[in-house]
Antibody, heavy 122, light 110 residues
Framework: QVQLVESGGGVVQPGRSLRLSCAAS????????LHWVRQAPGKGLQWVAIISFDDSTKSYEDSVKGRFTISRDNSKNTLYLEMNSLRPEDTAVYYC???????????????WGQGILVTVSS | QSALTQPPSASGSPGQSVTISCTGT?????????VSWYQQHPGKAPKLMIY???KRPSGVPDRFSGSKSGNTASLTVSGLQAEDEADYYC??????????FGGGTKLTVL
């Protein structure tokens, strides 16, 4: 069965960096687009970034553009999110999610990880 | 880019039907047939309930249905059951490889 498992979260000071990983299994990883979606405590879902199946397309939510970088390693079935210049408002549970499609055109996120908490605080 | 607009809450009694709206613009909901709906129970990851406006993934009960008219999409839950009580989020492709979510609707089964 499809599994997505996030790791790398924790507490970090404002201005510092953190890298999240998402290990995937149970599907042909290299064929699908992938996303990061976050949820601040008690708030709704917020899309963060997308990467296409072949790494040719990457796109970001406006508030993280220039600070976050999404990447993937199709040989390791792993998705990453490099987060720099972190701010308190980046505090959230971060989910990785699989797209039903392969490109930057989102066709629905059909599998989600369990989420990982990132807390930005001094 | 602004979030899609959903009512903060909705409710219905067991067996009844409830419809949740999701309003965007011609640049997102109205411009593409890539609207999705997600169910989220407290402390759990979201679950895809509807994709491409009105398609149900395998395993999702046919009590859940989706539709779209102009810039507004809708999720209808028929024959409400206690386990349907959850938060529901709509999402739409918004062009240029961008995705928008709605603010979420808390569905209460009375």
């Amino acid at each position: 069965q499809v599994q997505l498992v996030e790791s790398g979260g924790g507490v970090v000071q404002p201005g510092r960096s953190l890298r999240l990983s998402c290990a995937a299994s149970g599907f042909t990883f290299r064929n699908f687009g992938l996303h990061w979606v976050r949820q601040a405590p008690g708030k709704g879902l917020q899309w963060v970034a997308i990467i296409s199946f072949d790494d040719s397309t990457k796109s970001y939510e406006d508030s993280v553009k220039g600070r976050f970088t999404i990447s993937r390693d199709n040989s390791k079935n792993t998705l990453y999110l490099e987060m720099n210049s972190l701010r308190p408002e980046d505090t959230a549970v971060y989910y990785c999610a699989k797209d039903r499609g392969s490109t930057g055109v989102t066709r629905g996120l059909d599998y989600w990880g369990q989420g990982i908490l990132v807390t930005v605080s001094s | 880019q602004s979030a899609l607009t959903q009512p903060p809450s909705a409710s219905g009694s067991p067996g009844q039907s409830v419809t949740i709206s999701c309003t965007g613009t011609s640049s997102d909901v109205g411009g593409y047939n890539y609207v999705s709906w997600y169910q989220q129970h407290p402390g759990k990851a979201p679950k895809l309930m509807i994709y491409e406006v009105n398609k149900r993934p395998s395993g999702v009960p046919d009590r859940f249905s989706g539709s779209k008219s102009g810039n507004t999409a809708s999720l209808t839950v028929s024959g409400l059951q206690a386990e349907d009580e959850a938060d529901y989020y709509c999402s739409s492709y918004a062009g240029n490889n961008y995705v928008l979510f709605g603010g979420g609707t808390k569905l209460t089964v009375l």
